[in-house]
């Protein structure tokens, strides 16, 4: 799973300085993770994103922003609870879940919200 930073967030997911309105970058749909080291339910949801990485190989991307590294981006999330797991599909608008979620509450958005099976 890829760390993102600011400057590869806006090639990859969304360039927001540029850009108003939502307009996805990627090339597949993709999950972002805004966490924090300090935050125990993130640890509860790193080992399912890896094992969701494996399974939707080539499908989605997911990828991950350390909200204390990179506070511009958390800000311009809003991001005010860790984690908060944002699911961007290629169409669309984003959609935001917060907290801890279940694997299969991911697999559900994965196919609800990003149309990957």
Known sequence: MEHLTLETFKAK??????NKEWKFEGELPCIIDFYADWCQPFKMVSPILEELSAEYKGKINIYKVD???ETELAGAFGIR????ILFCPKDGQ?????GA???ESFKQAIGDVLKAN
Not at 13 to 18: C, Q
Not at 94 to 98: L, R
């Open 94 to 98: 984003p959609q935001m879940a917060m």
């Open 13 to 18: 997911v969304f360039n927001f300085e540029a």
């Open 67 to 69: 909200t204390e590294a």
């Open 81 to 84: 609870s860790i984690p908060s």
């Open 101 to 103: 979620l279940p694997k």
